[in-house]
Structure formats: structure tokens, C-alpha cells
């Protein structure tokens, strides 16, 4: 039962609803479709002031145009007397009170000894009507003979303010100049007809269609050819926009210059409220302006405009009425179910409530437990932390002390310089102990230069690097008595029993370049395990290659080859692990190669050994930039001097 009343109420609802809906769209379409009918209505109203002002202007002007084209015509295919032409322009002039002047000047009259003179001039004067033949020389480049010359037919010229009489009379005046030819088309001159501007003024501000408003007329520089305020003929749009100071002239000349007819609404111009502006560019290149009455081309938008709001607000009193009255019969229906339903919905909610109670207590309990269970976890975890950091603390200080050892077995640096006295050694470990060695001695007269590259890097690097100093410095005391190849077969058998004591023969051992330099032959003698030497003499670079066996165990192991190089005074030697020349970076992230080091080496290798030093290291960091080094390198450059050692 409940349910059916309340969907007949639901249905009468919406169906109200509806209504309303409908009845708004309707009064809405319909005062649209009005609005946009009668916007047409003022539109083609607008067009019709346009049409009928524009008509009398052309009138006027095509008056004017006829005038002076005859007269062009009768000079230029009659050839009259000069007599004759003074009689047809003064009949002219007399008859037409709005012509000002008639100048016909005739390029064949042109006296060249004394003046430019011209046929004939008739001019109003007050009352009277005046000759001359005297036209100044500088007219021949004034607009009214310039532009009829360069366009071939009638220009109208821009407005002007001219002198009657005397100072106090002034007239605005407009002049219309045609050319005229010889038979030939040659071109021969000029007739210029003025006329007052009053006489187009006193026809336009009255067309017989427009009750009130104004016209502007302007040419095509937005001169001011006619106006109902005479103070601002002959003047610019600009100067009328400055003397008035009101945004309207702006907004016309933005518009005036897209070239497009159109028209515009403004609060106020020339003490009339609420204007339309209307701009249209006519065919004598001039620019027709109306000034209209907002009450005249609107009256009938604004008398449906208030119909259409009172329609509107009668509608809105009913739609109320109506909503008013279906929200009581609807409300009243439906409280005594509602309220109902709502009192069942309330008792089903309290037992849910009641029930999820209780399971939050269980939940509430168990997450109690749960964290006991993590405090104690908790715990545990800090006490390994504890372990771990204590760990890595322990790690961290063998690795220092490992470092520590590791220096103390390296040879220092004033060591070497009191063998060497020219060197440099760039040596720079991946991580805090180093897998590369050095490793520089004199026994008598043979100097020992010695650079490793062990199997790895870090503390497992690290470790064997000290084996390798040390198996070394043991080997190198059978100087004299065995040679470099010797000495290096040498140590690679001590590396092998040391490896077969731990039990295992898979550790590769080292790379190394050996060199003993014997200070009273200035002879080298060379062996390699994988790893060669650079010696540049003379700007060319030698290559000394290394064997290719390791010092530990090979798969194919044979004795290390012994070099013998009688060295030049100023040779560079140069002696290097292969981390430099593996490392990437660059644009393409690719390996800085033996040959790209090569290079390098052949550019500076007759600068200063600490010259070289800074430019070895600031080429690897500019390669290298913010990639991460790949394995220890080390690089150890000498100048050799045979007297120095």
C-alpha cells in the first residue's frame, strides 16, 4: 500500500516537473526567436539610413564630378579659345553658388622665362566672381594636381579651410580635380572645381528616412568632409577624438581601419545617450558615418522587450504558484509514510549498529595483542641494527687499516722523486683499498719500475696487491743475475704455490709491466704479463707489447719474453693499467679506448710531466663526467735524463 502511494505521488512529481520545465523553455525560445527577428529589424533599418543617406551624398557629389568632366572633355577635344573657356567657366560658377572656384591649368600655357601660369581661374570672392591667370609654381605639386595626374581620373582632395576675402572670412572647402589629355593621350592638365563644404553638410544631416541623428562624412585620410558641427570640418578623426575626449572616436577609427563597413553602440556622443554608430566605405573612396538615436532604431525592441519581461514575470508567479502548491499536496502525502519507513529504518540501524559494536571490541582487542607482538619485534629489530652497525663499524676500520697497510707498502712519492726527478703518477683507486700497485726501487745501478693490475678491485684487489709487493720486492733482488722475463716467471711460480696452499687454482693473479732500467747503459729491459708500455722519441710513438700470460695460472703458460731498448735521452715513458682506457663516458657512453689514450699521450707528451699530470686527470673527469668509475686506474709517466739518475 505504501509503495503504490508513494509511486502515484513520484509520478505526479515529476510530471509537475515536466511542466514547468517545458513551459520555461518555451518562454525562453520564444522571447529568443523574437529578440533575433527584431535584431534583423534593426539591422535592416540601419542598412536603410545607409542607403538613403549615401544616395544623396552620391548625388551631390555626382553633380559636382559631371560639372568638371564636361568641362575636361570640351578642353580636351575642342581645343577652345581662351575666350571661350572663360565664358563656359564663368557661366558655370555663376549658376552653381556652391562652387568656390574653377581652375583650368593647361601644361602647353606654361610661360618658362617668367611664371607657371594657368588658362584661367574664376574664384568667388564675398559677392563677387574673379579672374586671374596667375597660378604660384609650387601648385604643379599640390594634391589637387599631383593625384588626378598619377591615378588618370578624377580625385576628390582632401578638405580644406580657405580665405573669402579677407582674414576674418573663412569658408571649409573641398575640391574635385580631373586631368585632361591632347589628342594624342598625352597628358595636358588639370581642371579643379572647389566647393563649399555647406553644400554637402546642409543635405546630409536630414535624409528623409532619418527623423533625428547626425552625419559624418570623411574622406579617405578620416578627414571631416561634412558635419552638422562646423568646428570640426576639414579636421581629422584624431583631432575630433582630442577636442571631444570620448572613447567612441577611438573605438570608430580601430574599426574605420579593417576597411570593413559594420556598426557599433555607445553610451554617448555629441550630447545624445545611447547612439549606434554605423561606418560604410561608399564608392568615391570617401567613409559615410551615422550617428543614430537608440530610441529611434530600437523602439520596437524596447516595447517587446517589456512585454516580454512583464509575460515573463506573470509566468514565474504562476510556475511559484503551481511548485507551491505541489510541494504541500506532495509533502503532505508523504510525511505520514516517510516518517513511517523512517522510524522501521532507524530500529534496523541500531541493531547493525549494536552488532558492529561488538565486533569492533573483538577487532579493538586483537589489535592490542598484535601490537605487543610487534613491540617486542621492534626490539629485536633495533638489537640487530645494533649488531649490524657495530659490524659494519668493525668492516669499515679493517678496511681503513688494509688501506693503511696498503700505503705503507706502496712507494712514496719523495722516494720516487729522489730516483726520478721528472715524473708523474695519477693513481686513482675505484674504492678505499686499490686492486693497482706501484711499485719503484733502486738496487745498485738498476732502476726498477713495476705497475700491477690485480684480479679485482677493493679489499679482494686489495689483498692480492699486497702479495704482489711483496713476492715482488723478494723477486726483484735477483736483479743482475736474471733478467725481467726472469723475474717475472719468478713470480708467477710464487703466486702458484701461495695458491695451491689455499687449494684452489682459479685465481688469475695479476697484470703487470716490469721495466729494469740499467742507469749506466741506459739500457730497459721490458716484460709484460697483458700489459704493454708506451715510449714516444721524436714525436713517434712505440708500442712495447706485453705476453700474453697472466701472473697466476693460464690454460697455455709460457715464459714471459724479455725486451731490450736502449732508451734516448728525453724518451717518455709511459707505463698504465687497463682501468684509464676502459673507462665510459663521453657523449655515447662508450670506452675511452688505448687508442684515444695514445692520442692524448702524442699531443702533451713534450709538455712538463706536471703539465701532463693535471691534463691526464682533467681528460679522464671531462669523459668520465657523472658516470661511475669502473676499476682502479693508475698511470705512471717518466722523462727519461741519463745523467739525472
Given amino acids: 500500500m505504501f509503495n503504490n502511494k508513494r509511486l502515484t505521488l513520484s509520478f505526479i512529481s515529476i510530471g509537475s516537473l515536466i511542466a514547468i520545465a517545458i513551459l520555461l523553455i518555451a518562454l525562453f525560445e520564444n522571447y529568443k526567436s523574437t529578440e533575433r527577428g527584431l535584431k534583423k529589424l534593426s539591422e535592416s533599418k540601419i542598412q536603410l539610413f545607409e542607403e538613403a543617406t549615401e544616395k544623396n551624398l552620391l548625388l551631390k557629389t555626382s553633380i559636382i564630378e559631371t560639372i568638371t568632366k564636361n568641362l575636361s572633355s570640351f578642353v580636351s577635344y575642342s581645343h577652345p579659345t581662351k575666350e571661350a573657356l572663360k565664358n563656359i567657366t564663368f557661366k558655370e560658377i555663376s549658376e552653381h553658388t556652391y562652387i568656390s572656384g574653377i581652375c583650368i591649368f593647361n601644361m602647353d600655357k606654361i610661360d618658362e622665362t617668367t611664371v607657371k601660369t594657368s588658362e584661367i581661374y574664376y574664384y568667388r570672392t564675398n559677392d563677387s566672381i574673379s579672374f586671374t591667370d596667375l597660378v604660384l609654381a609650387e601648385d604643379t605639386m599640390a594634391d589637387w594636381f599631383v593625384l588626378p595626374k598619377i591615378n588618370k581620373t578624377?580625385?576628390?582632395?582632401?578638405?580644406?579651410?580657405?580665405?573669402?576675402?579677407?582674414?576674418?572670412?573663412?569658408?571649409?572647402?573641398?575640391?574635385?580635380?580631373?586631368?585632361?589629355?591632347?589628342?594624342?593621350?598625352?597628358?595636358?592638365?588639370?581642371?579643379?572645381?572647389?566647393?563649399?563644404?555647406?553644400?554637402?553638410?546642409?543635405?546630409?544631416?536630414t535624409p528623409s528616412v532619418l527623423k533625428n541623428g547626425t552625419v559624418l562624412v570623411l574622406s579617405r585620410q578620416k578627414n571631416v568632409i561634412s558635419s552638422s558641427i562646423r568646428k570640426i570640418q576639414t579636421i581629422s578623426l584624431d583631432s575630433v577624438s582630442a577636442i571631444y575626449n570620448q572613447p567612441v572616436f577611438e573605438e570608430l577609427k580601430k574599426r574605420l581601419d579593417t576597411k570593413r563597413n559594420g556598426y557599433f553602440y555607445a553610451d554617448s556622443i555629441f550630447g545624445s545617450a545611447n547612439v549606434a554608430v554605423s561606418y560604410k566605405f561608399i564608392e568615391n573612396d570617401n567613409i559615410l558615418c551615422l550617428i543614430l538615436p537608440y530610441s529611434e532604431i530600437h523602439s520596437d525592441l524596447i516595447t517587446f522587450k517589456n512585454w516580454q519581461f512583464f509575460k515573463a514575470g506573470l509566468g514565474v508567479v504562476i510556475i511559484l504558484m503551481l511548485a507551491i502548491s505541489i510541494y504541500y499536496f506532495v509533502t503532505h502525502r508523504l510525511v505520514k509514510y516517510y516518517n513511517k519507513e523512517l522510524e522501521q529504518k532507524v530500529e534496523f540501524q541500531t541493531h547493525e549498529l549494536r552488532e558492529k559494536n561488538e565486533e569492533l571490541l573483538a577487532i579493538d582487542e586483537e589489535l592490542r595483542q598484535q601490537n605487543e607482538e610487534l613491540e617486542v619485534l621492534n626490539d629485536d629489530i633495533t638489537l640487530q641494527k645494533e649488531i649490524i652497525e657495530i659490524a659494519h663499524r668493525d668492516i669499515k676500520s679493517s678496511i681503513t687499516y688494509a688501506k693503511t697497510i696498503q700505503d705503507a707498502l706502496l712507494t712514496s712519492k719523495e722516494l720516487i722523486q729522489s730516483f726520478i726527478p721528472e715524473y708523474f703518477l695519477f693513481f686513482r683507486p675505484k674504492a678505499v683499498v686499490s686492486g693497482d700497485f706501484y711499485y719503484i726501487n733502486k738496487l745498485d745501478n738498476y732502476l726498477i719500475i713495476a705497475i700491477a693490475d690485480c684480479t679485482g678491485h677493493g679489499v679482494p684487489g686489495g689483498f692480492v696487491s699486497v702479495l704482489g709487493i711483496t713476492y715482488l720486492h723478494e723477486a726483484v733482488k735477483k736483479v743482475g743475475t736474471m733478467n725481467a722475463g726472469e723475474i717475472l716467471d719468478l713470480l708467477r711460480d710464487r703466486f702458484k704455490r701461495t695458491y695451491r696452499r689455499f687449494g684452489t687454482e682459479n685465481i688469475n693473479g695479476l697484470n703487470i709491466s716490469l721495466c729494469i732500467i740499467n742507469t749506466t747503459s741506459n739500457i730497459l729491459q721490458y716484460a709484460g704479463a697483458f700489459q704493454p708500455i708506451i715510449i714516444i722519441r721524436n714525436n713517434e710513438i712505440i708500442v712495447h707489447q706485453a705476453t700474453k700470460n697472466p701472473i697466476g695460472f693460464f690454460y697455455k703458460e709460457i715464459h714471459f719474453e724479455n725486451n731490450e731498448i736502449l732508451l734516448h735521452d728525453n724518451d717518455m715513458l709511459y707505463f698504465y693499467t687497463d682501468g684509464y682506457v676502459d673507462q665510459f663516458g663521453g657523449p655515447l657512453h662508450k670506452k675511452f679506448t688505448s687508442k684515444r689514450f695514445k692520442e692524448l699521450l702524442l699531443q702533451i707528451h713534450r709538455l712538463s710531466v706536471n703539465e701532463q699530470h693535471k691534463i691526464v686527470e682533467n681528460t679522464l673527469d671531462n669523459w668520465q663526467t657523472t658516470t661511475e668509475q669502473i676499476d682502479d686506474i693508475t698511470v705512471f709517466a717518466m722523462r727519461w735524463k741519463s745523467l739525472s739518475i
Avoid: R
Fill in 154 to 205: 578624377g580625385v576628390w582632395i582632401e578638405p580644406y579651410n580657405y580665405i573669402l576675402g579677407n582674414e576674418n572670412e573663412k569658408a571649409n572647402m573641398i575640391s574635385y580635380s580631373v586631368p585632361f589629355y591632347k589628342s594624342d593621350s598625352v597628358f595636358s592638365g588639370v581642371i579643379a572645381v572647389d566647393i563649399f563644404l555647406d553644400y554637402i553638410t546642409n543635405s546630409m544631416n
